[in-house]
């Protein structure tokens, strides 16, 4: 079952994200209080449990949800695999998949600190279509 390990959110651009209880994801701007959050296609920013792993496993295994900078870490689906205008019903929340991957931004602090980045390659961006809350432990459903 593809579910959420956890909301994280930054109020500044180009730190990394901390965990929260439960975030609130509003139609036109994304989570709320979250730095990236806007009337753009980048609202909200998700990466596989998964993905981070990868990275683990290179041997940097004190790497969090949040590290890269995701409003959404998850497990159980393989994200950067959805095709653009895939819908996700997460929580309360309908999302609308509008990119996988993004380039590198310069000084990226985990690519400095590991000598790689997952969140360029495996990472994918929503918006939000329905608003509501989401949690840890929330499902993930495919809603198209």
């Given at each position: 079952?593809?579910?959420?390990?956890?909301i994280?959110?930054?109020?500044?651009?180009g730190?990394?994200?901390?965990?929260?209880?439960?975030?609130?994801?509003?139609?036109?701007s994304?989570?709320?209080?979250?730095?990236?959050?806007?009337?753009?296609?980048?609202?909200?920013?998700?990466?596989g449990?998964?993905?981070?792993?990868?990275?683990?496993?290179?041997?940097?295994?004190?790497?969090?949800?949040?590290?890269?900078a995701?409003?959404?870490?998850?497990?159980?689906?393989?994200?950067?695999?959805?095709?653009?205008?895939?819908?996700?019903?997460?929580?309360e929340?309908?999302?609308?998949?509008?990119?996988?991957?993004k380039e590198?931004?310069?000084g990226?602090?985990?690519?400095?600190?590991?000598?790689?980045c997952?969140?360029?390659?495996?990472?994918?961006f929503?918006k939000?279509?329905t608003?509501?809350?989401?949690k840890?432990?929330?499902?993930?459903?495919l809603a198209?």
């Open positions: 079952m593809a579910k959420v390990l956890a994280n959110i930054s109020e500044k651009k730190e990394i994200k901390r965990p929260i209880e439960k975030g609130y994801f509003a139609v036109n994304g989570l709320q209080g979250d730095a990236h959050a806007g009337d753009w296609h980048r609202q909200v920013s998700l990466l449990n998964e993905s981070i792993d990868k990275i683990r496993n290179q041997g940097f295994n004190q790497l969090e949800p949040g590290n890269f995701e409003n959404i870490t998850t497990e159980g689906i393989v994200l950067f695999e959805l095709p653009v205008g895939t819908q996700l019903k997460i929580g929340a309908l999302m609308e998949v509008t990119q996988i991957g590198c931004h310069k990226c602090a985990i690519r400095e600190q590991t000598g790689d997952v969140m360029p390659r495996e990472g994918i929503t939000v279509l608003p509501g809350w989401i840890a432990g929330d499902k993930i459903e198209n």
